[in-house]
């Protein structure tokens, strides 16, 4: 057998494609499974990245409305603590006004007890000027008595 050079180069050359086709064709088996999982594990990871922008989304709305819920109750918590120190003052004042009407009520107090004496000492009064005016009138009621009696004996000297 004598072959030439140029069948020689020719039967490596199908010989080498022939080698190449069938690289390609047991790598692509080989390797379809792989990229088929690939592939499936790719859309896996957009779904759950879809997912998580989706929750994302959500968690940035639930952000902002308890961004206006902690202002509004922040707010709320001002006009409480403004109607706390409202409400402190006017303790303040209360506790200052009942301090000064106890005060008051003591000095009504004294005020009364000090009239009730005076009561006392009017009625002391009076009944001492009663006596004293019962005995006016008997002295009175004597003398004249005792002038009519003398006018009776003794003659007027004129």
């Known amino acids: 057998m004598n072959w030439s050079v140029l069948e020689v ?40 990245l ?3 922008k989706a929750l ?9 409305t308890s961004q206006t819920d902690i202002k509004t109750l922040t707010n709320q918590l001002f006009d409480i603590s403004q109607e706390r120190s409202a409400a402190l003052s006017k303790l303040e004042q209360m506790a200052s006004l009942q301090t000064a009407l106890t005060a008051r009520d003591q000095e009504l107090s004294d005020l009364r007890t000090t009239v009730s004496d005076l009561r006392e000492q009017i009625a002391t009064l009076k009944t ?3 006596k004293e005016k ?25």
Do not use: H, M
């Open 56 to 64: 994302i989304g959500d968690l940035t709305t639930r952000l902002a």
């Open 50 to 52: 879809q997912e998580k």
């Open 9 to 48: 180069s020719l039967l490596l050359t199908v010989i080498a494609i022939l080698g190449l086709l069938l690289g390609w064709l047991l790598a692509r088996y080989r390797l379809t499974p792989a990229l088929v999982k690939s592939n499936t594990e790719v859309e896996a990871q957009i779904e759950a």
């Open 128 to 130: 001492t000027i009663d």
């Open 134 to 158: 019962n005995s006016f009138d008997e002295k009175i009621s004597l003398l004249q008595e005792l002038r009519r009696v003398l006018t009776q004996y003794v003659p007027v000297a004129c």
